[in-house]
């Protein structure tokens, strides 16, 4: 058999996995092509009103995009990719395995068989509007979001559509992390919503292995977190008693912090910045350290309209911290976004900081510092409680 047709091998033992249902993925991988930060290529099928759908999902370094196409859309797509852009791929079926591998003009295809595995759900719209589709979980149950049917309890719609919202922004900054099975370190986890769904959601439906640490002061929430994290067989799983800044962190590839209270939040980078996460990402919540000084602290008159009503001088103290948050992750070599990551119909606080790390400084430090100066006399600020932390 020469070589192009090793490609078309697989093309048609995909095409045949498709037709009879038996498809689990394709994956292509080992890109040397000239989209920027492309990682794989997952191709799965959806059944749609329009019918049934080659589902592309293209993994770039920090988000997913997806497009569907019609077979003979899809072949082309993937016989184009594999002859030129993709050096290898993975076939996976409930019956079979095929590995594809392609040097230069060498191409090499081999089949394994496997035994007991399920194809998944083709249901678009399921998939589509929750990556956590499935409700009959131990976990759902003990956190009182289903009841004893299974289903969603009436009162807990809200807190279901935003977890499954937290593990679609979560989900792809963590498919972006390097080592194959990454350190998620998640300080003062409360319940540790976030780190079931999370789990769940990448150990049962993306298959990437982690490791998940919540960090919680309180003990009954902790001996809850654990007891359900082994009723659930979820071995990477653990919460840990204690304060966020008695917990050893290094090692962490991620640390997470949604509402942990003020300055806890500042904990948090703090240990992320200490251990040299790859990510670290904080939803604040109350903002009083700063809030405090700048209504003691008002140089002049000037800032006095913005700060005479109450709910304006709540605002402000939310934007100036935060924004104080993100100049001090810069300086800490992180590349930093703001943004809401639910609605504010939820809760108000529903800003997201979410810091990258690339070591490399944008800009220069010295212009960092001044501006963070500038800030904290404008607004009568002495100091921001993380740069006490980092020794500023
Ligand atoms: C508002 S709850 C949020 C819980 C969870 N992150 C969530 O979003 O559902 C804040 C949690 O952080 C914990 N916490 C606050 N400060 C902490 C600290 N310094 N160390 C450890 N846990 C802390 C509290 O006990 C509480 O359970």
């Given at each position: 058999m020469n070589a192009p047709d090793r490609i078309e091998e697989l093309l048609s033992a995909t095409r045949t996995a498709f037709s009879s249902g038996v498809l689990v993925q394709l994956k292509l991988g080992g890109y040397h092509g000239d989209e920027p930060e492309l990682k794989a290529v997952l191709v799965k099928k959806i059944s749609v009103k329009g019918g049934d759908k080659y589902s592309?999902?293209?993994?770039?370094?920090?988000?997913?995009?997806?497009?569907?196409?019609?077979?003979?859309?899809?072949?082309?797509?993937?016989?184009?990719?594999?002859?030129?852009?993709?050096?290898?791929?993975?076939?996976?079926?409930?019956?079979?395995?095929?590995?594809?591998?392609r040097n230069g003009a060498k191409m090499r295809l081999?089949?394994?068989?496997?035994?007991?595995?399920?194809?998944?759900?083709?249901?678009?719209?399921?998939?589509?509007?929750?990556?956590?589709?499935?409700?009959?979980?131990?976990?759902?149950?003990?956190?009182?979001?289903?009841?004893?049917?299974?289903?969603?309890?009436?009162?807990?719609?809200?807190?279901?559509?935003?977890?499954?919202?937290?593990?679609?922004?979560?989900?792809?900054?963590?498919?972006?992390?390097?080592?194959?099975?990454?350190?998620?370190?998640?300080?003062?986890?409360?319940?540790?919503y976030l780190d079931f769904a999370l789990y769940d959601y990448l150990a049962t439906v993306a298959r990437r292995p982690v490791r998940i640490i919540g960090v919680e002061m309180r003990d009954q929430l902790v001996a809850d977190g654990n007891a359900t994290a082994?009723?659930?067989?979820?071995?990477?799983?653990?919460?840990?008693?204690?304060a966020i800044m008695e917990f050893d962190a290094s090692g962490a590839d991620a640390v997470i912090a949604l509402h942990a209270c003020d300055t806890a939040t500042d904990d948090a980078i703090f240990k992320g910045i200490c251990a040299g996460a790859s990510l670290i990402a904080v939803a604040p919540c109350c903002h009083k350290q700063i809030r405090r000084q700048m209504q003691a602290g008002q140089l002049d008159g000037r800032l006095e309209p913005l700060l005479r009503h109450g709910i304006f001088v709540e605002r402000q103290a939310e934007m100036v911290t935060d924004?104080?948050?993100?100049?001090?992750?810069?300086?800490?070599?992180?590349?930093?976004?703001?943004?809401?990551?639910?609605?504010?119909?939820?809760?108000?606080?529903?800003?997201?900081?979410?810091?990258?790390?690339?070591?490399?400084?944008?800009?220069?430090?010295?212009?960092?510092?001044?501006?963070?100066?500038?800030i904290k006399t404008m607004f009568g600020i002495k100091q921001h409680y993380l740069e006490g932390l980092l020794g500023l």
């Open positions: 592309f999902t293209y993994r770039y370094k920090t988000r997913d995009t997806i497009k569907n196409f019609n077979e003979s859309e899809a072949l082309a797509l993937l016989r184009d990719g594999l002859r030129d852009e993709f050096r290898s791929a993975r076939l996976a079926t409930t019956d079979f395995d095929m590995m594809f591998e081999k089949r394994t068989e496997v035994e007991g595995r399920e194809a998944p759900s083709t249901d678009h719209n399921r998939a589509k509007n929750r990556p956590l589709s499935e409700t009959g979980k131990p976990w759902l149950k003990a956190l009182g979001i289903t009841g004893k049917t299974g289903a969603v309890r009436n009162d807990a719609q809200d807190k279901f559509r935003q977890i499954n919202k937290m593990v679609e922004i979560f989900a792809p900054l963590i498919a972006g992390l390097k080592p194959e099975k990454p350190l998620i370190v998640d300080m003062g986890a409360g319940k540790g082994r009723a659930s067989e979820f071995d990477g799983l653990s919460f840990q008693p204690g924004t104080l948050r993100a100049l001090l992750l810069e300086l800490n070599g992180y590349k930093t976004r703001v943004f809401e990551f639910v609605s504010d119909a939820h809760t108000p606080k529903n800003n997201l900081i979410v810091a990258e790390k690339d070591g490399r400084m944008g800009r220069d430090r010295e212009a960092v510092l001044k501006q963070i100066t500038e």
